[in-house]
């Protein structure tokens, strides 16, 4: 019974924020001279549109959340070398505004290496053609680069006084990502850039903390944090008893690639983990990612990344709540807030409850107030456990919270309904709003699939993809001559790459295709062709799904055509140190925002139809005389 009273006793609460001295010790962070247990949650202004950031961030709020998580996203914001964007999708002073109107704290990772599936993790390609740089490390072109844009982001949010020391929002700010993942690859000079990472952000006198997450030698005073699905298991702690433990990336499901499918994570479990951080590491900040997903609208998003991000999180990917997630979460936050006090300011102990696999965590506070969390770590049964005399049935792989350490009010696996609050399984529903079947609705596009005399970009060898289109494009021709003997039959193309799919054309015919996957960067094509005597064409499409997103010296990645080869008659000749010609899509898009399929047929031309400016539009083609190459938004 005391799970129904304790709910209503916190649904009655008003939750306000206000601006204000930010500090921390080892127990929390402090705002305004207050310790808070935080709950925070992963929105990403570009994933979303600005008419949705309002219903995202008040659902959030409903579902218990104090705080509104972002990433920083530079490729949006600096496509070019000093010229900035912050219009539409990418308004992140407006996003930040509307979560200050909604009375949340913020927190602004700024990187402004993401990695976030996004696109070359975040970093404008433009970098990479900065001479002498090397990505994230002690290397004086990359930091210039990272600290100008850094403090441009930091002068943009004090202008607006959205800093906590100012009165707004933002108390908790992110300087690099996860960089400990490729640190080791760097010697002393990633050492060297940790400190320096840190020194230059705190330089910045924003009056509110940095983290670096999964940075177990963050420098003081930068706090590090954790990012995993049990941070309770694994996280070894701050690495100082004056730093709060934080978890910065709490994984709700797992993005799904290309060829994969969904993962969705049971909300038991995510449950399970904040709680058992919040109650053995005295955790007080914990951040889902995502809370809403969203959309990777256009190219934004890295290699075989689908454009669905985190579809299965509390909020879909259209802003919708997902039971029981949503529900579950917003049950768990109210449970511990009504503890918080204890757990800020009371001594922690532990103890067993009769087994290595049963334990509680208890929480006395010097007016007597009490609060205990009973752990199950059982994955396969179902126990009671005796604690202070009173029995109390854990199911397998659960935590039981009794904020008074009395009654329970909330166990980790009992995802449940409540009058009010609907926790059971929902499904969406897709109703047909639009149809795009009049021939009005549609418009279309030719490009002659080109030869070698038709390019103007010629080399002698093939060339890397990513530095030949800068990013300007996800498609790439790759065309030269063979003059093919008379007395030759029948003959075997064969081609590696590590693009992420590939085309082949004969003299304008389409003689075959193949793709790569997530876990394989290279794949081959081979297939019979029967060239004509004399001069033939080959042309060969080489098309990317999203650039690379992570990974150490990731200016050095490599991808596109790396070798061609023509057998016949026994006899092998590599053309990979050959004249080459190359040809972006001469396709003019007439509109960034519009969707393209793009199919080809035998008579030499590729085709585009173009339909109005729809988001994910499928098109309900009959049986084609032509064969359909992979979707894709393409944008010039």
Not at 255 to 267: C, I, Q
Not at 381 to 409: G, H, M
């Amino acid at each position: 019974m005391g799970c129904w009273w304790w709910f209503a006793v916190l649904s009655a609460a008003v939750t306000s924020v206000c601006g204000g001295e930010v500090t921390y010790d080892g127990r929390s962070l402090i705002i305004n001279g207050q310790r808070k247990i935080l709950f925070s949650g992963s929105i990403h202004y570009p994933r979303s549109t600005p008419e949705m950031w309002p219903s995202l961030i008040s659902q959030a709020k409903q579902g218990g959340i104090d705080v509104i998580e972002t990433y920083v996203f530079w490729n949006q914001h600096e496509p070019k070398p000093g010229q900035y964007d912050f219009s539409g999708r990418r308004d992140i002073v407006r996003f930040i505004k509307e979560v200050q109107e909604q009375g949340l704290y913020a927190c602004l990772r700024i990187g402004p290496f993401i990695q976030s599936e996004w696109n070359y993790g975040g970093f404008p390609f433009w970098l990479h053609d900065v001479p002498g740089i090397v990505y994230r490390t002690d290397n004086e072109p990359f930091k210039f680069y990272m600290q100008n844009f850094t403090t441009k982001i930091v002068e943009m949010m004090k202008s607006e006084n959205l800093y906590a020391s100012q009165g707004g929002p933002i108390i908790l700010q992110q300087i690099e990502n996860e960089y400990k993942t490729v640190e080791a690859h760097f010697g002393e000079d990633g050492k060297r850039y940790v400190l320096w990472a840190a020194n230059m952000a705190v330089g910045l006198e924003t009056g509110v903390p940095w983290v670096m997450c999964k940075q177990d030698d963050a420098p003081d005073p930068v706090i590090n944090s954790c990012n995993g699905r049990r941070c309770g298991e694994t996280f070894a702690g701050p690495n100082s008893p004056n730093k709060p433990a934080i978890w910065t990336e709490n994984w709700t499901s797992r993005y799904p690639l290309f060829g994969e499918d969904a993962s969705p994570r049971p909300v038991e479990d995510i449950a399970f983990h904040v709680a058992l951080f919040v109650a053995k590491m005295n955790g007080s900040f914990v951040n889902y990612y995502m809370y809403h997903g969203g959309t990777n609208f256009g190219r934004t998003a890295s290699e075989y990344v689908q454009t669905a991000y985190y579809d299965e999180a509390p909020l879909d990917e259209y802003g919708l709540i997902q039971q029981p997630t949503w529900g579950h979460l917003k049950e768990l936050h109210a449970a511990v807030k009504l503890c918080s006090e204890t757990l800020l300011q009371g001594a922690q102990s532990n103890l067993s409850l009769g087994t290595k696999l049963q334990e509680a965590y208890v929480f006395r506070g010097q007016s007597g107030k009490c609060a205990a969390f009973l752990v199950n770590n059982d994955s396969r049964t179902d126990v009671t456990v005796v604690f202070q005399n009173t029995s109390y049935e854990l199911p397998r792989k659960s935590i039981s919270i009794l904020p008074d350490c009395k009654n329970e009010a909330f166990n980790t696996a009992k995802a449940s309904f409540r009058p009010g609050l609907i926790t059971q399984q929902n499904t969406r529903s897709i109703q047909t709003v639009t149809k795009f079947n009049s021939t009005e609705q549609w418009e279309e596009y030719e490009e002659s699939i080109p030869n070698f005399d038709d390019t103007s970009s010629r080399a002698n060898t093939l060339l890397e993809q990513m530095n030949t289109t800068k990013d300007a494009s996800d498609y790439l021709w790759y065309t030269f001559r063979y003059n093919n003997d008379p007395s030759n039959g029948q003959s075997v193309l064969s081609t590696n790459s590590r693009a992420h799919a590939l085309h082949a054309f004969v003299n304008g015919r389409h003689t075959g295709s193949q793709h790569g996957s997530s876990s394989n960067l290279s794949f081959s094509l081979e297939n019979t062709v029967f060239f004509r005597a004399g001069i033939n064409n080959v042309s060969l499409l080489s098309v990317m799904v999203g650039l690379p997103d992570s990974g150490a010296y990731l200016e050095r990645r490599v991808a596109g055509l790396r070798r061609v080869k023509i057998q016949s008659n026994g006899r092998l000749k590599d053309f990979t140190n050959n004249p080459w010609g190359y040809q972006f899509l001469q396709f003019l898009c007439p509109n960034l925002s519009k969707n393209f399929i793009w199919t080809f047929h035998q008579s030499h031309r590729c085709k585009f139809f173009a339909t109005p400016s729809h988001p994910k539009v499928k098109i309900p083609f009959e049986k084609p005389h032509h064969q359909v190459l992979p979707k894709n938004q393409l944008q010039c």
